[in-house]
Structure formats: structure tokens, C-alpha cells
């Protein structure tokens, strides 16, 4: 639709001396009707795929939360502590410089 209005614009002198305004603006005017019919598919197509997919968002999300979130499959469980007495890395800084 854009090049058939800019094509029209720019040759307005010459569609006036052949007076063809009619022509082009029926012309225009198809572009214009098939444009907006397009728009309204694409409307109706992402009004029914945008509740499909966040359903289905909704949906596996609470699949794996009901399934048990992080933790599935199931991880043994492990309890990991610290001491500055059990530390084996070299530390360089400050820190080893105050041992």
C-alpha cells in the first residue's frame, strides 16, 4: 500500500493532466481494503495463540512445581561446612597475610 500512495504522490501531475484520480484512488483504495484484511488475520491469529501459549506456560510451570521444582529428580541430600582451619586453597591478599 505504502508504494502504490508514494507512486500516486509523486506522479500526482500527471494523474491530474490524464485525470485518472479516480483510477489511482480506487486503486489506492484496494490497497488499502487488503491491507486491513491482513491486519485483522493476523489480529485473530494472536488472539488465539497468545492465550494458548501462556496457558501452556502456566501450565508446565505448575507441572514442575507439583513434581517437586528444583530438587526433581530428587538429589541426595548434602550438608557442606566451613572452618578457616579446613581450607586448601592458597589464598593471596590480606587474609593469608593476618593467619
Known amino acids: 500500500m505504502t508504494s502504490a500512495v508514494?507512486?500516486?504522490i509523486s506522479a500526482v501531475r500527471?494523474?491530474?493532466a490524464s485525470?485518472?484520480?479516480e483510477r489511482e484512488g480506487?486503486?489506492?483504495d484496494g490497497y488499502a481494503q487488503e491491507a486491513y484484511r491482513a491486519g485483522m488475520r493476523i489480529a485473530r491469529l494472536q488472539a488465539m495463540?497468545?492465550?494458548i501459549t501462556s496457558t501452556t506456560i502456566q501450565v508446565a510451570f505448575l507441572v514442575v512445581l507439583g513434581?517437586?521444582?528444583p530438587g526433581w529428580p530428587a538429589a541426595p541430600s548434602r550438608s557442606?561446612?566451613?572452618s578457616r582451619s579446613s581450607c586448601s586453597c592458597?589464598?593471596?591478599g590480606s587474609r593469608s597475610a593476618a593467619r
Open 80 to 82: 557442606v561446612t566451613w
Open 14 to 16: 500527471t494523474i491530474r
Open 90 to 92: 592458597s589464598c593471596s
Open 26 to 28: 480506487h486503486a489506492v
Open 49 to 51: 495463540i497468545n492465550p
Open 19 to 21: 485525470g485518472a484520480e
Open 67 to 69: 513434581l517437586g521444582g
Open 6 to 8: 508514494e507512486r500516486a
